[in-house]
């Protein structure tokens, strides 16, 4: 097998706000992977705050590209699994650089296959929950833009940890009662100020919270657990399965994304691990292409929750978006990612 790559900058259509920091581009590498008359196409996207850059990208799939080259019979599930493990040894870290090589994988064995993934997975694409649309932390006149874009989606994605919670919830509410998950981006200090201000997003319809608190303050997280009204998801403070045992008596939920995870193999792992435990699971992105999303979005019918809009921020994707119908991403029926470059 061949693996190519190149880097791609993404560009955002609104500067992103966090409560950790303001970008205006993510980095972003695509990979393709050919056996015989077949292409399958991957995504690494990576925001800075998980330390990947376009060269420590390329040095990982320069290794990758080798042992890929030693392969040469057609591809299965399982195969692509062994695989993936070989990868994953070549270099800790690189886990956006390891999923850009494990969605090529998935797209070309689906390609070699004929069937879409979710069909050589037998996943029902009835069962796709509904994705939510994020909002950045922004001025009340720029919500309302954004707002304006959020058009189909029926849930929002609120951005939480700013200097005041309550009226960024009260600006969107002026305008809006669509059902809101918070996210506070690891933007909160306070137990008790937190598990207040909790009840009272509660009162506003909101339905989750994610990350309250800083990634290893798991005491934290677990008190508020304990006492939330509303389900508390890890996301910053979860990255893979490896990490499932530690984190899963301190949150009712996990945020699982394949540039945390390494992809779609072990996504589908960590998926069956935290339902085993009791956890609710999301099925996350960061800001990425159709191609990644189209990737989650085949397995997002197996979680509780989905929050797939990245390709909806970006300026220049460079494939064809997914079909929407009522904020519900809809699965096609061609094979492998079943993703279109976009014609011009
Ligand atoms: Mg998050």
């Known amino acids: 097998m061949q693996l190519t790559f190149q880097p791609l900058l993404l560009e955002l259509r609104h500067p992103f706000r966090l409560a950790t920091g303001m970008r205006t581009h993510t980095n972003a590498m695509l990979t393709e992977i050919s056996l015989g008359a077949y292409t399958g196409f991957g995504e690494a996207a990576m925001p800075p705050y998980y330390g990947e850059t376009h060269q420590s990208a390329a040095v990982f799939l320069g290794l990758a590209a080798t042992r890929l080259q030693t392969y040469h019979q057609p591809l299965s599930g399982s195969l692509i699994t062994a695989i993936m493990q070989e990868i994953d040894a070549l270099a800790p870290g690189n886990h956006a ?24 997975w037998g996943i029902s694409p009835e069962k796709m929950p509904p994705t939510s649309f994020t909002l950045g932390l922004d001025s009340p006149e720029m919500t309302r833009r954004k707002l304006e874009e959020a058009g189909d989606f ?11 919670d309550r009226a960024v919830i009260r600006t969107v509410r002026e305008l809006s009662d ?17 598990l207040d ?9 909101v339905q989750l919270i994610e990350q309250p608190f800083h990634k290893n303050d798991l005491e934290s997280a677990a008190w508020l657990t304990e006492r939330s009204p509303l389900p508390i998801f890890a ?5 893979r399965l490896s990490e499932l045992e530690r984190i899963a008596g301190c949150f009712h939920g996990v945020n699982v994304k394949l540039m945390k995870c390494t992809g779609l193999a072990e996504a589908r792992r960590t998926i069956a691990a935290a339902g085993a435990k009791g956890l609710q699971v999301m ?42 119908d009522r904020g519900i991403i809809q699965l096609n029926r061609q094979p492998g990612l079943g993703l279109r470059a976009k014609t011009a």
């Open 97 to 120: 650089a390891k999923a850009s090589v494990d969605i090529a994988l998935h797209d070309l064995w689906g390609k070699m296959e004929s069937k879409p993934l979710w069909s050589l």
């Open 154 to 164: 029926q849930i929002l994605k609120i951005k939480l940890g700013s200097d005041d």
């Open 178 to 194: 669509k059902p809101i998950y918070a996210d506070a981006n690891q933007g909160w200090r306070n137990r008790e100020a937190a």
């Open 197 to 205: 201000l909790v009840c009272w997003l509660q009162e506003q319809q």
């Open 235 to 239: 996301d910053e403070s979860f990255q």
């Open 283 to 324: 099925i996350g992105c960061m800001t990425e292409t159709s191609c990644a999303i189209a990737a989650a979005a085949q397995i997002a019918p197996l979680c509780d929750f989905a929050d797939l809009d990245g390709c909806w921020l970006i300026s220049n994707n460079p494939y064809e978006m997914p079909a929407l």
